[in-house]
Structures are given as structure tokens and as C-alpha cells.
């Protein structure tokens, strides 16, 4: 059948409108009609500076939809059914599967169609399209993978349920599950995007009791009180963020969070701990960039430098307690959307994050004009 989606037909092509082929659900797939599809930092970086994607792809992969149909071997997800579908791509099977670590899956491909099979995506006049992510959210209609895919609640705001597959699970998850963070402690966060944002609402959540907002922007500097940020610093330039943080925190913080992908920022995320405390990467550096860092400090600061995937999130049972405690009050997700936008407004809203304006734009609107 025929789907309205935003296509990449090359690296740094942009993104254009196009009507495409979508094939109907097999296995365990589950085919969802998209009602809402944020635009996360990720699709802009694979789709510009690339991350091995092959092309023409369709990018989105933080997707909030109705089920329309499930392939046969489908189970526990049925037609009309609120779903979340998230990147996170995992067997089910395997060692770390089992183990509760299906962020760390060693066959993730399992969940895509083998190389006899016909694609989920093509073109009018044949070409196969990649479905980034096992995703490809920038469409009316979209294929996923069961395990891909999380029910949630009717009443649910699909914008808001959308955010959670993705910017919610690996922000408030770095905090929550990949470091830790117990009551009291002190947290950083350098960047305040849609997922920087979602770090200071885990670790509230956790119970820190001072966290530090960090970003170039005032603006976004405004907006992390709301989210559960006590001191924001302003990263002007001529401000050494770092000994800002130790001042407001008595000589570091427990866990430092890295949101932007920058090796300077890096290098502040780690400066700016404690003795004894964790820098944690969450931002996605260009392809072959390097820090430096020294073993000695290392050692005699006891410090810890993590790389963070998807939050550690097992998304069939983090992405309902998200949304459970959105329900209570408890999760701010409603500020995070900065505007609702149409499918044909995809290159415009990612020009805007691109220069830092906006928390995050959700596509809602579908229909060509
Ligand atoms: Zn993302
Ligand atoms: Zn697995």
C-alpha cells in the first residue's frame, strides 16, 4: 500500500516528501499508522554526517501510532491497540536478552527481513528503502518488529507517548538505570536538548538533590527549572563551566552527563567531577573523533568514564513506567514539545535544531497539503 513519508535519498541530500511502497506486515511485524514522530538529533546526524546507513532511507524513530495490522506470529499486540515504537532492536533470545540486557542484544538484525525477502519500503519505480532503525517514523505507516514495539494507555497524548521511545529513555534511563543516580547525590547535565532535558528528569526522579543545567542557550537554560534542574550555567564562552560546577557543588559532581557529542564538552564532563565520580557520554561524536585522557588522573581521581546506549532501557517495561508517571504528574513531558509540524516540514524543523532553538518538533500532521 501507499505511504506518505520524508525521504534521504543520499547522505547530506536533506529530506523531501515522497509517496512510497510499504509492504503489509509478516512474522512479527506490526504495521502503525503513525500520529506522531519526533525529530531526534540522531536521524539529523545519520542523515548528514553518517552512521553506515545505506540510502535512500526513511529516518523517525521516535514514533507514538495505532496499530492497523500484525503479521501472523505476532503476539500480544492486536489491531487498533496505542503503541510506542523505539530503536532499541533486540532478539529476545540471546545471552544478554535473557539477562534482561536487551540493550546490549547480539543479533538485533534478527529483527529486521532476511535478504530473501522482499523489502518493508520501496520506491514507485522499485528501489528498496532503508527503514532506519527498523523504523523509519518519518511516514504515515510504518513496519516495526514486536519487540520494537510497547503498548501503552489510550489516553495517552500521542506527542508525549512518542517522545518517551526515544529522548525520554535515554535521558531519564542514563540517570536511572546506566548511572545510578541515588537520592542525594549531584548531577550535571552539558546540553539541554530533548534528551539533556529527560537526564534532569531521571535524576530527579532518582532523588538528586543538586542538579546543574548546562547549555549555551538562556533559553534553554529557562527551561530546565521545570524539568528539575536547581542551578543552571550559562556556557557563554568566557564562563569556566567547570569551576562553576565545583563551586555550586563543593568540588564536583557525582555523575557528569554529556549530551552534545563534542570533545571539549567531554573533556568539561569529566573535569567536573568528583573524586570518585562517573562522566557519562550520551552524545554522538562525529565519526572518528578522540579525547585525550590521562590514565594517572584517572587512577588517582578514581573517576569512571561511561558509554551510554539507549539508557540501558529495556523498553517493554521502562517505556509504561515513563508514561505512568507522566500520568501522575510526576514526568514533565509536555514542555518538552516545542511545536507540532507537518510531514513536509521535516528539512525546516531540523534546520531549526540544527542552530539550537527548539526542545524538540513532533510531525502530527500527515496529509499532504
Ligand atoms: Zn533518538
Ligand atoms: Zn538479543
Redesign the pocket.
Known amino acids: 500500500m501507499r505511504t506518505r513519508a520524508s525521504i534521504v535519498t543520499a547522505l547530506g541530500a536533506g529530506f523531501e516528501t515522497e509517496d512510497l511502497e510499504i509492504d503489509d506486515p509478516i512474522g512479527r511485524e506490526v504495521l502503525i499508522e503513525v500520529k506522531a514522530s519526533g525529530l531526534?538529533?540522531?536521524?539529523l546526524h545519520a542523515a548528514t554526517t553518517g552512521l553506515g546507513f545505506p540510502f535512500p532511507a526513511v529516518f523517525g524513530?521516535?514514533i507514538a501510532g495505532v496499530v492497523r495490522s500484525v503479521g501472523p506470529e505476532t503476539t500480544g499486540i492486536v489491531p487498533g491497540q496505542h503503541v510506542v515504537a523505539s530503536?532499541v532492536q533486540f532478539c529476545g533470545d540471546c545471552a544478554a536478552c535473557r539477562s534482561d540486557r536487551t540493550y546490549q542484544c547480539e543479533r538485533p538484525a534478527e529483527t529486521g527481513r532476511g535478504d530473501g525477502e522482499a523489502p518493508r519500503l520501496r520506491r514507485a519505480d522499485g528501489q528498496p528503502v532503508v527503514a532506519a532503525f527498523g523504523t523509519g517514523g518519518f511516514s504515515e505507516l510504518c513496519l516495526v518488529h514486536e519487540n520494537q514495539v510497547v503498548v501503552v494507555s489510550d489516553d495517552l497524548p500521542f506527542p508525549v507517548a512518542a517522545i518517551l521511545g526515544?529522548?525520554t529513555i535515554?535521558g531519564a534511563g542514563a540517570a536511572i538505570n546506566s548511572a545510578g543516580v541515588r537520592v542525594g547525590d549531584s548531577v550535571a547535565v552539558i546540553g539541554l536538548g530533548g534528551?539533556g532535558l529527560n537526564v534532569i528528569s531521571g535524576a530527579r526522579l532518582a532523588g538528586a538533590t543538586t542538579i546543574v543545567a548546562i547549555d549555551a542557550q538562556e533559553e534553554k537554560l529557562a527551561l530546565a527549572p521545570r524539568f528539575g534542574a536547581t542551578h543552571t550555567v550559562h556556557a557563554d564562552g568566557e564562563t569556566d563551566v567547570v569551576a562553576a560546577v565545583q563551586q555550586i557543588t563543593g568540588g564536583g559532581v557525582d555523575h557528569a552527563f554529556e549530551v552534545i557529542g563534542l570533545a571539549s564538552t567531554t573533556q568539561d564532563a569529566i573535569r567536573m567531577t568528583r573524586v570518585g565520580g562517573a562522566a557519562n557520554l550520551i552524545g554522538i561524536h562525529r565519526p572518528g573523533s578522540t579525547i585525550a585522557v590521562d590514565p594517572g588522573d584517572l587512577l588517582i581521581s578514581q573517576r569512571t568514564i561511561r558509554g551510554i546506549y539507549m539508557g540501558s532501557s529495556n523498553i517493554k517495561t521502562d517505556i509504561p513506567r515513563y508514561a505512568r508517571l507522566y500520568q501522575q504528574g510526576r514526568l514533565n513531558l509536555d514542555d518538552l514539545i516545542a511545536r507540532e509540524i507537518a510531514l513536509d516540514d521535516v528539512a525546516e524543523a531540523y534546520e531549526q535544531l540544527r542552530s539550537g532553538t527548539t526542545a524538540r518538533s513532533v510531525i502530527t500532521d500527515f496529509a499532504g497539503r
Open positions: 531526534c538529533h540522531s536521524d524513530h521516535e530503536l526515544c529522548a535515554t534528551v
